[in-house]
């Protein structure tokens, strides 16, 4: 039977990588939108910006 000290070490071990995978995750999802959100204004500025055409 393990000991109750192992079996919170197990648990801290545990918690940290959970806590690890979700700031991972977290950070990730952040630089995602981040360049979504560049592509997104480098695509509209051309677009936003009168042609030469009509003068």
Same mark, same amino acid.
């Given at each position: 039977? +393990?000991? &109750?000290? +192992?079996? %919170?070490? +197990?648990?801290? +071990? !545990?918690? !940290?990588?959970?806590?690890?995978?979700?700031?991972? &995750?977290?950070? &990730? &999802?952040?630089?995602?939108?981040?360049?979504?959100?560049?592509?997104?204004?480098?695509?509209?500025?051309?677009?936003? /910006?009168?042609?030469? %055409? %009509? /003068?």
């Amino acid at each position: 039977m +393990l000991s &109750r000290e +192992l079996i %919170a070490i +197990l648990a801290l +071990l !545990f918690c !940290f990588v959970t806590y690890v995978m979700a700031v991972t &995750r977290a950070v &990730r &999802r952040a630089t995602r939108i981040i360049e979504w959100k560049t592509e997104t204004e480098e695509d509209a500025e051309p677009a936003a /910006q009168p042609s030469n %055409a %009509a /003068q």
